[in-house]
């Protein structure tokens, strides 16, 4: 009997007593030691298949917590998020490390930082070779974000610091390495919700500059340039619309030259498959609402990778497609969980999501 009852109570945890269903919302919140775990898989050819978890902890402001208790909604106050996850692919990659990411003074600073340990066995693919070679890339990856936003508007302003050592091997080639990186950043964010935005904008401008000063062994600088919106439709339909440009200087070298220049980043397509000195993409998503809590999505891309001496005219450019659906696992934070089955010009993968598919 009080085995019965003890799942009953541990089940009520996991049911929102607005509409009856499947939600995580009190028992991350309201548990002290609430956590939302989230199953990982890989099924990117550049990795092979496999999977893992993350575990998430959500940790809420005072003022947060007394209005959610009120009853009003709290889902467009952002909520600091500490992370755990470990997941390994059939092709011996693996990936695992922690983070953490802080929203203070009622969303006026944001940081992010982590520690990351890999192992990625890849394909190295170069227009000037008719076949793509081995690439293994081990390495500790340590990151440091921090962002301000200015007086009362949506722009920020941040910085981050990097550092990675590696060990890349190519055919035959074995070189370790150190890359230090200390870049600035501008950032207008209007979105409605961090993780499962459904309407505003978050666009901005990041330059990285990688010096032996900053404790690496190369000098060469980064640019991205970035523009993401969501907007309502109807009721029930929504868009969102995504562009990024990358580039990279001319000076950079081996090893660096292999795993820092920009690749093609959508879903469909394989990580470092189409990688060049710059790369420029966009992305349609076509959303609609079956209800509160489901939602079923179509989406579309197409991106370029070119080299400094090339023209972005007469550069291929490679498309993607796909479809998915989300779900509302925690109303209360406003976080969509859901899987995304895309096609680029090779082969078709499937990835679980954590809200929306574009970071």
Known sequence: MSSTYLQAGVMDNFIDPKDGRLDGSQFILDNAVGFLPM?????????????????????????????????????????????????????????????????????????????????????????????????????????????????????????????????TKLEGLDQASKDGRLGWRVMYDTRNNQFSPREGTKAGLKVDYH????????????????????TRLSKDWGLGVRGDVKSISDNVEFPASIYARPYVEMRGIAAMRYQADNTALGELELSYDIDERWTILGFVGAGTAFNHDESIAKSQVYYTRGGGFRYLIARQLGIRVGVDVAKGPEEWTTYIQFGSAWK
């Open 39 to 167: 199953p990982l898989t890989v099924t990117d050819p550049a990795v092979g298949v496999g999977g893992g978890a993350a575990l998430l902890f959500f940790h809420e402001s005072e003022e947060r917590k007394q209005r959610r208790l009120a009853g009003e909604e709290v889902k467009d106050i952002p909520a600091s998020t500490s992370g755990l996850m470990a997941l390994g692919t059939n092709n011996g990659s693996q990936l695992y490390g922690g983070f953490h990411y802080g929203n203070w003074m009622n969303d006026r600073i944001r940081y992010l930082g982590g520690l990351f340990g890999a192992k990625f066995n890849l394909k190295f693919h170069n227009e000037l070779l008719p076949n793509p070679l081995d690439l293994s890339i081990r390495g500790m990856y340590f990151f440091q974000e921090l962002d301000v936003r200015l007086g009362d508007s949506d722009f920020f302003i941040g910085g981050v610091y990097s550092y990675m050592s590696s060990d």
């Open 211 to 230: 010096r032996k000063a900053f404790g690496g062994q190369f000098d060469y600088q980064k640019y991205n340039a970035y523009a993401q919106h969501y």
